[in-house]
T-cell receptor, first 117, second 112 residues
Framework: EAGVAQSPRYKIIEKRQSVAFWCNPI?????LYWYQQILGQGPKLLIQ????????DSQLPKDRFSAERLKGVDSTLKIQPAKLEDSAVYLC???????????????FGPGTRLTVL | SQKIEQNSEALNIQEGKTATLTCNYT??????LQWYRQDPGRGPVFLLL?????KEKRKERLKVTFDTTLKQSLFHITASQPADSATYLC???????????FGTGTRLKVLA
């Protein structure tokens, strides 16, 4: 089966500019996650969708970050305006589980490496 | 608050030896714990899941233990190979929510 697709793979922008990332999860996966991974750290959850509803966005900086998952499939994550500290790898993951809280395997995409200058 | 600790220092071992990585957690009791492998420039890949009622789980050369009293999981790779060199992350579901938190990961380097 095809894996989780993300684009672009790399992005360099100036601070205060905007940027958008796209994710296409594995077909049939109900849950979609966006993580931020800063160099040397583990992934940090930004937002979790189940189908097209938000399950958790408690760590999403909502003044500058936004995300949507239209029709419960693809998702986009946007940053506007970007700050220097947003430089990181943005990982998208999906899982099959439809029951929130149940043990599940997450399948990760390759990530988008964002550099903010 | 809930915390996960993994040894942030890299672990270097000789090929053929057993690598042991540690994941400690505090302030909660997860129902299960997962281990992932991450190679440079790639997303994490799921390896094993162990539940709180399982003491040990194996998959080929991998073995995971889960000690809920010590609040610790150990991840072992036996007969290690240079291809096992990667960063290994543990992940736990947070208490009362549906999200996972990841440790910082431990970088393993297997020397030929």
């Amino acid at each position: 089966e095809a894996g989780v697709a993300q684009s672009p793979r790399y992005k360099i922008i100036e601070k205060r500019q905007s940027v958008a990332f796209w994710c296409n999860p594995i077909s049939g996966h109900a849950t979609l996650y966006w993580y931020q991974q800063i160099l040397g750290q583990g992934p940090k959850l930004l937002i979790q969708f189940q189908n097209n509803g938000v399950v958790d966005d408690s760590q999403l900086p909502k003044d500058r970050f936004s995300a949507e998952r239209l029709k419960g499939v693809d998702s986009t994550l946007k940053i506007q305006p970007a700050k220097l500290e947003d430089s990181a790898v943005y990982l998208c993951a999906s899982s099959f589980q439809t029951l929130a809280g149940a043990a599940d395997t997450q399948y990760f995409g390759p990530g988008t490496r964002l550099t903010v200058l | 608050s809930q915390k996960i600790e993994q040894n942030s220092e890299a672990l270097n071992i000789q090929e053929g030896k057993t690598a042991t990585l540690t994941c400690n957690y505090t302030n909660y009791s997860p129902a299960y714990l997962q281990w992932y492998r991450q190679d440079p420039g790639r997303g994490p890949v799921f390896l094993l899941l162990i539940r709180e009622n399982e003491k040990e789980k194996r998959k080929e050369r991998l073995k995971v233990t889960f000690d809920t009293t010590l609040k610790q999981s150990l991840f072992h790779i036996t007969a290690s190979q240079p291809a096992d060199s990667a960063t290994y992350l543990c992940a736990l579901p947070t208490s009362g929510t549906y999200k996972y938190i990841f440790g910082t990961g431990t970088r393993l380097k297997v020397l030929a």
